[in-house]
């Protein structure tokens, strides 16, 4: 079946721009993960949602990071007024039941 | 506070050759633990995870890890490496709760030569 897609693949954008990135997680998969992976380290975690619920956002590095998944599919992390310190790559993951993550291939943001 | 170290930032091997990757962890209660690995422009791919129970624990791709309490340790190995397992690799800890979000090391970076 279809793993984790994410979309679009790379992205670049100017400081201050605003940039939407895309998460289409495994169909059923109620948890759902965002991470952020900047270049040599290992992913670091950005938020959680259950179903359309935001449980955990204590890893967004600021107010500048958003993220939402309105009806419990899929997701949208959006970064405002991008950073040159965004740049990363953002990977998505989903999770039937907590104990076993599928990710997806990422989306390497560039902020130029 | 939780933390994972891999101390190797990359290891090279022959082909053929026995493989250890290193991983300690730091959490308070019981771990679970996993280990990715990530191909250059792929995501992660879970390679195996421990819970309870037995503490080698069996993955794919002709990897194993086992479990060390008294260690805090969660070394990954394969008894003979192959040209196609040069990636890179993450341990992971999952801090339980109501999210188990995972903490990852900084990973290791394997070659393989020929």
């Known amino acids: 079946g279809a793993g984790v897609s994410q979309s679009p693949r790379y992205k670049v954008a100017k400081r201050g721009q605003d940039v939407a990135l895309r998460c289409d997680p495994i169909s059923g998969h109620v948890s759902l993960f965002w991470y952020q992976q900047a270049l040599g380290q290992g992913p670091e975690f950005l938020t959680y949602?259950?179903?359309?619920?935001?449980?955990?956002k204590s890893g967004l590095p600021s107010d500048r990071f958003f993220a939402e998944r309105p009806e419990g599919s899929v997701s949208t992390l959006k970064i405002q007024r991008t950073q040159q310190e965004d740049s990363a790559v953002y990977l998505c993951?989903?999770?039937?039941?907590?104990?076993?993550?599928?990710f997806g291939p990422g989306t390497r943001l560039t902020v130029l | 506070a939780q933390s994972v170290t891999q101390p190797d930032i990359h290891i090279t091997v022959s082909e053929g050759a026995s493989l250890e990757l290193r991983c300690n962890y730091s959490y308070g209660a019981t771990p679970y633990l996993f280990w990715y690995v990530q191909s250059p422009g792929q995501g992660l791919q879970l390679l195996l995870k421990y819970f309870s129970g037995d503490t080698l624990v069996q993955g794919i791709k002709g990897f194993e890890a086992e479990f060390k309490r008294s260690q805090s340790s969660f070394n990954l190995r394969k008894p003979s490496v192959h040209w196609s397992d040069a990636a890179e690799y993450f341990c992971a800890v999952g801090v339980g709760g109501a999210t188990n979000k995972l903490i990852f090391g900084t990973g290791t970076l394997l070659a393989v030569q020929p």
């Open positions: 993951a989903s999770s039937p039941n907590l104990n076993e993550q599928f």
């Open positions: 949602f259950q179903n359309e619920a935001q449980l955990d």
